[in-house]
């Protein structure tokens, strides 16, 4: 059985349950900003990466490649995520703390579980804890942009900027 077929049906079955389809439209821009996110660190890091793709299983059998597997999650997982993560956001100040941390551990464990399954490398520095405080970054901005997008592109810019020098990552990697 292929683990991102898996992963995929289980993102679209969620979206289709819990996911805010009535407002797609509404969120596209933040899926928008997601997709360019994880575009921008496939180009800028091609050479350098923190952690790749592997595929397992059916995956491997079909040739799937890093590549395909970031697609596929740019395309399927990123917009089901912010389908349902805007569609059931809480109001009041704890309620969002503990919604974002929620969502953030459920991305984290599930790097953990693909990890497990040899789905995943991390690379260069990169393990656990910086993939958990990402996933937390992720979401709080997530969560900015929808409302303020102009801030979220900074904060963005802010944490990437970060991270680079954080993960020591050389010059010479840029194109």
């Known amino acids: 059985m292929s683990l991102n077929i898996i ?18 439209q509404r969120y596209y821009p933040t899926i928008l900003f997601l997709i360019i ?4 660190y496939q180009y800028l ?16 059998e079909a040739n799937l490649t890093h590549t395909h597997i970031t697609l596929m999650i740019m ?6 995520t912010v389908l349902i993560f805007f569609g059931q956001f809480p109001s009041g100040g704890l309620k969002q703390a503990l ?57 963005s810019l802010a944490y990437i900027l970060a991270l680079w020098f954080l993960q020591d990552v050389p010059g010479k990697v840029l194109k």
């Open 75 to 80: 395309a399927i997982k990123y917009p089901a």
């Open 99 to 155: 919604y974002i941390g929620g969502w953030a551990a459920l991305y984290t464990i599930n790097e953990i579980a693909t990890y497990t399954m040899g789905g995943i490398s991390h690379y260069n520095g990169w393990n656990f804890f910086w993939s958990a405080q990402f996933n937390l970054a992720l979401f709080i901005i997530t969560a900015i942009h929808h409302k303020k997008p102009l801030a979220a592109w900074g904060l």
């Open 7 to 24: 992963y995929a049906s289980i993102y679209i079955f969620a979206a289709w349950k819990w996911g805010d389809w009535k407002n797609w």
């Open 45 to 60: 890091l091609h050479d350098y990466s923190m952690w790749k793709f592997n595929p397992v299983g059916a995956d491997k």
């Open 37 to 40: 996110g994880d575009l921008l």
